[in-house]
């Protein structure tokens, strides 16, 4: 619940308030004790995923982390090498009619956006930038 707190807060804050952006999880049930979902839990939701995304028609679809990231890219055959060659990195996905914007999992984002040569600022500004670009084409 947190970390989805956060995307809506930068959604609302790059001016993509809860009417004009959709997001969803992935995996569709929170694997217990907090671990990471498995292959097969993340196969078995793709599905769900791609129904979602086609009902929904969405111009982009920003992925949070490599457990939303990877089962998009997995779905369009996309090889997935990790997030953090891929944040703010438009990708389409023709077969599911979207865009995917990658970016930081908010409970990494703090580790991450640094080492990525981005202040919180700077980074809330190029997501601004990138998902503008992508959604006006």
């Not at 993509?16 to 979902?37: I, L, M, Q, S």
């Amino acid at each position: 619940r947190h970390a989805g707190r956060r995307v809506r807060d930068l959604l609302e804050f790059v001016g993509f308030g809860p009417d004009a952006a959709y997001f969803t999880n992935a995996v569709k049930c929170h694997p217990e004790g907090n671990r990471d979902p498995t292959d097969e839990e993340r196969a078995n939701c793709r599905p769900f995923l791609r129904e979602e995304i086609r009902a929904v028609e969405p111009a982009a679809v920003v992925t949070t982390g490599s457990h939303a990231t990877g089962p998009l890219f997995a779905y369009e055959g996309i090889t997935f090498e990790g997030i953090i060659s891929t944040v703010l990195d438009p990708v389409d996905c023709p077969e599911l009619g979207t865009t995917a914007v990658p970016i930081l999992h908010p409970s990494y984002q703090d580790v991450w956006r640094s080492r990525l040569g981005y202040s919180a600022g700077e980074y809330r500004q190029a997501f601004a930038e990138t998902l503008e670009d992508v959604v006006s084409q």
